[in-house]
């Protein structure tokens, strides 16, 4: 079993940064994939960044400005989300993938383990 934890979400201005973290307990090796997702208001859940022993990917709308990132002797993935914009406004969550190896997983099925989900609210 694998529980992962979510912190970091807030309100912030447009422009503003945060970073959200994602603190995995249980079973979790290193060589998973991990995958940042986040659900707009009245949009489907979407993809924003992964990242593999392969590799990094991240959504068009988010390249430049966020990144992910892990320490693997914490247990923690990172997103540093930096310019923040209005859109960005959603509920952000971390997921670990069903199957390890250098593969980037991108579809929703690819990953079986799910954090709560944190608020991240761009206002002024």
């Known amino acids: 079993q694998v529980q992962l934890v979510e912190s970091g979400g807030g309100l912030v201005q447009p422009g503003g940064s945060l970073r959200l973290s994602c603190t995995a307990s249980?079973?979790?090796?290193?060589?998973?994939?991990t995958g940042w997702y986040r659900h707009p208001p009245g949009k489907q859940r979407e993809l924003v960044a992964v990242m593999s022993s392969g590799g990094l990917d991240y959504a068009e709308s988010v390249k430049g400005r966020f990144t992910t990132s892990r320490d693997n002797a914490k247990n923690t993935v990172y997103l540093q989300m930096n310019s923040l914009k209005p859109e960005d406004t959603a509920v952000y969550y971390c997921a670990k993938s069903r199957l390890y190896g250098s593969t980037l997983y991108r579809a929703i099925g690819d990953f079986d383990y799910w954090g709560q989900g944190t608020q991240v609210t761009v206002s002024s």
């Open positions: 249980g079973s979790f090796k290193r060589f998973y994939s």
